[in-house]
């Protein structure tokens, strides 16, 4: 647009100096006053283009800038999640750490039963192969010396059985918290059959 002002103010003086040409020396005046404009002219449209070229730039690093300060920005908010995801995690890493800790002190505890079964079970086993084969061939005896069949599944304090005898079966029924141990012995004895 100043451009096209220029070229106007240019036509302008151009026909002025057709009117003018009877006149040299006022026409040599006004060419060189025309030609100052221009230079002026000239050299404010470079300067004009220097300062628009400046801002330009700066506009140009003013938006590189803002673009790296966004940039920035959000590498701080992804640092910020980063270390936010950090604690917890950590948390949670603590807490699964403490979990395992008891985990592991129950597996110990619930292990030393285990011990103590295996141990138990040594014992029965121990007791199946050798004292109860024992107390079982001493029930044996027992019978074939007294012929009383005793009932075990009784309360302690009762003896409760069968004595077969050679003509007929006795029920045996004692309270011991009733009866003293040397009746019981007697009345055992009682049944027992003094002919070999």
Same mark, same amino acid.
């Given at each position: 647009?100043?451009?096209?002002?220029?070229?106007?103010?240019?036509?302008?003086?151009?026909?002025?100096?057709?009117?003018?040409?009877?006149?040299?020396?006022?026409?040599?005046?006004?060419?060189?006053?025309?030609?100052?404009?221009?230079?002026?002219?000239?050299?404010?449209?470079?300067?004009?283009?220097?300062?628009?070229?400046?801002?330009?730039?700066?506009?140009?690093?003013?938006? +590189?800038?803002?673009?790296?300060?966004?940039?920035?920005?959000?590498?701080?908010?992804?640092?910020?999640?980063?270390?936010?995801?950090?604690?917890?995690?950590?948390?949670?890493?603590?807490?699964?750490?403490?979990?395992?800790?008891?985990?592991?002190?129950?597996?110990?505890?619930?292990?030393?039963?285990?011990?103590?079964?295996?141990?138990?079970?040594?014992?029965?086993?121990?007791?199946?192969?050798?004292?109860?084969?024992?107390?079982?061939?001493?029930?044996?005896?027992?019978?074939?010396?007294?012929?009383?069949?005793?009932?075990?599944?009784?309360?302690?304090?009762?003896?409760?059985?069968? +004595?077969?005898?050679?003509?007929?079966?006795?029920?045996?029924?004692?309270?011991?918290?009733?009866?003293?141990?040397?009746?019981?012995?007697?009345?055992?004895?009682?049944?027992?059959?003094?002919?070999?």
């Amino acid at each position: 647009m100043l451009v096209n002002n220029f070229q106007d103010i240019q036509e302008s003086l151009d026909a002025l100096v057709d009117l003018t040409s009877s006149q040299p020396e006022i026409l040599t005046q006004m060419r060189a006053e025309q030609q100052t404009f221009y230079d002026r002219h000239v050299e404010t449209k470079e300067t004009v283009m220097q300062i628009l070229k400046d801002v330009t730039q700066q506009e140009e690093i003013m938006v +590189h800038r803002l673009t790296d300060m966004k940039k920035k920005m959000l590498q701080e908010k992804e640092l910020e999640n980063l270390d936010d995801q950090l604690r917890q995690f950590t948390a949670k890493n603590q807490m699964l750490d403490s979990e395992l800790q008891f985990l592991q002190s129950e597996l110990e505890r619930l292990r030393s039963p285990d011990n103590e079964l295996t141990m138990l079970q040594n014992e029965v086993e121990e007791d199946t192969t050798e004292i109860i084969p024992s107390a079982i061939y001493v029930a044996k005896l027992n019978y074939l010396i007294t012929r009383i069949d005793w009932e075990y599944d009784t309360k302690p304090h009762i003896l409760k059985g069968v +004595h077969y005898g050679p003509d007929v079966a006795t029920p045996i029924n004692i309270d011991t918290t009733v009866t003293s141990q040397s009746e019981i012995a007697d009345q055992l004895w009682s049944f027992v059959s003094d002919e070999w």
